[in-house]
């Protein structure tokens, strides 16, 4: 059986060649890409922090645990809300082009989907996953590999290239 | 769209800091965590060696009255380039001692952001929190978190192996000559 369809507003967001929808109850806003301050950590999926409103926002890029190449050119930041027990945090997540904002149905996930799936949804002919953020982005209990020492060496070395 | 949902940001009582860099990255520590800044030339040469396989960013052991310091490499912790240190950070109320390239300036911090949640591995044990100073965000490191528990352990014992094994040669060298 067919598990009913709620209607919900919904934030497309192209990460590559690919649509995601993401609930717009989560999303606080789009912002041009602005500097990213780096500093060493080990959670490799976290890039650093931006500033925004006086607060300081991980960006993570998520398009590499979604099947997409990592984003080198980046339009915006979606500033969207991470749930953790108890509290919800901002999160940047990177997007490759405009963002639409679209009313739809959504089907639930089943049991066979990926974590990252909260739902499906159709729009424009296109099926597209309605991501859960939860399991996309770390937090505590996450599990990943420790960040490689080199990676900050290597951002740091395409910061000095002029 | 707005905003909406606060993050934890504490307002501090106006602390003093001190921001000081390892290998080109900033970081901040609180004035009042530092006991002592000393020279890497005074420390080296009272300052024993120490080495254990696992922990390669302890080399030296310094004495101060009658307690010993752990003097931890401040790239190696962090995970940063070698770079050449100058200075010493006598940590107050832990045993260590850190090297550092050098200060930046001391000023006040007003906020003090805790490290967002989406920091989930060591680095919630290095900082305290996240501090905006002219426009940049600086790490604010603990005192503490440069060595845990099980590394201060590890240290210990194989300090104190060493200070056996150094005493029970006195004898025998005394003996032999």
């Not at chain 2, 302890?58 to 380039?81: E, K, T, Y």
Request: aromatic share 6%.
């Amino acid at each position: 059986m067919t598990p009913p369809a709620e209607s919900n507003a919904f934030v497309l967001l192209r990460l590559g060649e690919r649509r995601f929808a993401v609930s717009a109850s989560l999303i606080a806003e789009l912002v041009p890409p602005g500097r990213i301050f780096r500093f060493p950590h080990r959670t490799k999926e976290i890039e650093g922090v931006i500033l925004r409103r006086g607060r300081m926002v991980p960006v993570c890029d998520i398009a590499e645990r979604l099947g997409q190449p990592s984003l080198r050119l980046r339009r915006f930041y979606l500033i969207a809300q991470r749930r953790y027990t108890g509290q919800a945090e901002w999160v940047a997540l990177p997007v490759t082009g405009e963002c639409e904002l679209i009313h739809a149905d959504v089907t639930p996930a089943g049991e066979t989907d990926s974590p990252h799936v909260s739902g499906w949804l159709s729009h424009g002919g296109e099926v597209i996953e309605v991501l859960n953020l939860t399991a996309l982005t770390p937090g505590p209990g996450h599990i990943s590999v420790a960040a490689p020492i080199d990676s900050l060496e290597m951002h740091q070395a395409q910061e000095a290239q002029p | 769209m707005r905003l909406a949902a606060p993050l934890k940001t504490r307002p501090v009582r106006a602390e003093q800091i001190i921001l000081f860099r390892i290998s080109d990255q900033l970081f901040a520590v609180s004035s009042a965590s530092v006991q002592e800044v000393r020279g890497v030339d005074s420390v080296a040469s009272s300052a024993q060696e120490i080495s254990h396989p696992s922990l390669r960013k302890v080399r030296h052991i310094m004495s101060r009255g009658d307690q010993f310091l752990f003097v931890v490499n401040g790239a190696l912790h962090f995970g940063l380039p070698p770079s050449p240190s100058a200075l010493v950070f006598v940590m107050r109320g832990t045993k260590t001692a850190l090297l550092v390239d050098g200060i930046e300036k001391m000023t006040t911090m007003t906020v003090l952001q805790a490290l967002p949640q989406a920091f989930c591995h060591e680095e919630r044990e290095w900082y305290r929190g996240l501090t905006a100073i002219d426009q940049a965000v600086i790490p604010v490191v603990k005192p503490e978190g440069f060595l845990t528990p099980d590394e201060l352990s590890l240290l210990e014992a194989s300090h104190l192996g060493n200070d056996v094994s150094a005493s029970t040669l006195v004898p025998e060298v005394s003996a032999a000559s």
